[in-house]
């Protein structure tokens, strides 16, 4: 990084220097002497401390207290300026000519590649199915892909019936509309979600009802949705359905909902976008309620590339559904057509992709729950730290492992911990910012878990979605857990 507009004189005042870091990339400065040899860097940490201490702006950077340069010779290896980095804890470097003249800023973010938060994993299999799809001359939404992949949906969900689509949020949409919910139907949302799962239900003009978390897998609260529905009751306004989401690979606790929602007739959706391969008693997620959604993105444990699923034990659900998946036409030998519908299908080259993905699920889960552990016994002796807990009986698929951070105990916030960790070239992510504080849903009811506590906005405020991808190699995550006790440890400090 070019180091001219990073440049002060030890005469330069705080104020100015101020301005020079607000302008600058990086964001550190170097003072040098009259002979351009490096004296000291100032970052806005070491001026806001001394202003803190009683220092003005109108002060030069030379009444900061002494701070020790960290230089490397400028024609030093990107290695040995990586562990110089990470030897001191620091995020910039500065590379000096013989004559401790500084030539170059380097910094973690342009050495360091992205530890992305959940990439991709392809696998050896996929190709082949995609290939496949060349051989046979499918490319559109038929083929052998697709029926095989539908078949092993089948078997993965335990469902009867399996549909791809060509998104989570089109089998979510699809769902509410094969149970006729319109405009005017109350349907009940888990609360700490990604808005996906509530764009349908606006789509169909319907009213959310947004169902308070618990506290523990952080999914729809059941002692919320016994409140909920015993008030709809009394009041005639029972929901249409229930759309439970298994946030973040974790199940909801599907047995209190499910008794519930069979007590006043209500069906359930689940959304299970994210937790594909997980478990609740002895039904994989999504094979609870009446209809679930799964999704592919390209983040998800298995993708392809974009697309998802609606499955369900109901036949004539998922013939209605793959009827409206595909324009809606009619059994007519003309193009015939009586109801609104959409171009909701997989194509058969992403059902490829899909069919090679869904051979090594199970490895998948399995590495992503060694991440988990590794997260915990690498992070939980730190007071104040915990994560997203499992419900006894269940078994998640811990598609992201989410920390949280008790603000009493942990002296850092966790939008102050994302963004240090973004400059090491590591990539996290705030938990779901719940539906209710969504400007798009000021409007919706909302129920708490409690009379007295409302759970999700407290997990969003002080949660953080770690990388979590099945790739990920045990090195590069001994990294990450390095970088947060170090931040923490730090108290954020610069």
């Given at each position: ?8 004189s ?12 607000e ?16 004296l000291?860097?100032?970052t ?35 290695s ?37 938060l ?11 199915y ?72 606006l ?11 618990e ?86 444990i ?44 997989m194509?058969?080259?992403l ?10 699920l ?42 949280s ?25 705030p ?39 099945s ?24």
């Amino acid at each position: 990084m070019a180091i001219e507009q990073h440049l002060l004189s030890p005469e330069t005042s705080l104020r100015t220097a101020l301005g020079a870091l607000e302008q600058a990339q990086i964001k550190l400065c170097v003072v040098t002497d009259p002979d351009g040899r490096v004296l000291r860097t100032v970052t806005d940490g070491d001026i806001r401390r001394a202003l803190l201490g009683g220092l003005a702006l109108e002060n030069s950077v030379a009444d900061l207290p002494g701070r020790s340069p960290v230089t490397l010779p400028a024609e030093t290896e990107q290695s040995a300026v990586i562990a110089m980095l990470n030897t001191e804890n620091i995020d910039v470097i500065v590379l000096v000519d013989e004559n401790s003249r500084p030539t170059e800023l380097a910094d973690r973010t342009s050495l360091t590649e992205t530890l992305f938060l959940s990439p991709p994993h392809i696998g050896n299999a996929e190709a082949g199915y995609v290939q496949l799809a060349f051989d046979e001359n499918f490319l559109a939404p038929a083929g052998s892909n697709i029926t095989g992949f539908e078949a092993a949906l089948r078997k993965v969900s335990g469902r009867a019936h399996a549909l791809a689509v060509s998104s989570g949020t089109a089998g979510l949409h699809l769902a509410l509309r094969v149970l006729d919910i319109g405009p005017g139907d109350r349907v009940y949302v888990s609360d700490m979600t990604f808005i996906a799962s509530l764009q349908p239900v606006l789509y169909e003009q319907a009213i959310p009802v947004l169902i308070d978390a618990e506290p523990v897998s952080w999914n729809m609260s059941p002692h919320a949705l016994e409140r909920a529905l015993a008030e709809d009751s009394a009041a005639g306004t029972l929901p249409k359905a229930i759309v439970v989401v298994h946030l973040y690979g974790q199940s909801a606790d599907m047995g209190a909902i499910m008794t519930l929602a069979d007590r006043y007739g209500i069906p359930v959706i689940e959304d299970a976008a994210e937790s594909l391969g997980a478990s609740y008693g002895n039904r994989a997620s999504g094979g609870h309620g009446l209809l679930s959604v799964y999704s592919f993105n390209g983040n998800k444990i298995i993708t392809t590339s974009g697309g998802g699923a609606l499955v369900s034990d109901r036949g004539d659900l998922i013939a209605h559904a793959k009827k409206l998946a595909t324009q809606g036409r009619d059994a007519a030998d003309h193009y015939q057509h009586s109801e609104i519908a959409y171009n909701y299908r997989m194509s058969n080259v992403l059902a490829g992709i899909g069919r090679g993905q869904l051979e090594v699920l199970g490895a998948r889960v399995e590495a992503r729950r060694a991440i988990y552990e590794r997260y915990v016994a690498g992070l939980r002796d730190i007071p104040g730290v915990g994560f997203q807990g499992e419900l006894p009986g269940s078994r998640g698929n811990r598609w992201l492992t989410v920390m949280s951070l008790d603000p009493d105990l942990v002296p850092v916030h966790v939008y102050q911990l994302m963004r240090t960790l973004r400059g090491r070239g590591i990539e996290t992510r705030p938990a779901w910012k719940p539906m209710q504080m969504q400007p798009l849903l000021s409007s919706a009811r909302f129920v708490p878990h409690s009379q007295t506590e409302a759970v999700a906005p407290g997990l969003f405020l002080r949660s953080l979605c770690l990388p979590s991808g099945s790739a990920m190699s045990a090195a590069e995550q001994d990294g990450v857990i390095a970088a947060i006790r170090a931040v923490i440890e730090q108290g954020g400090r610069d």
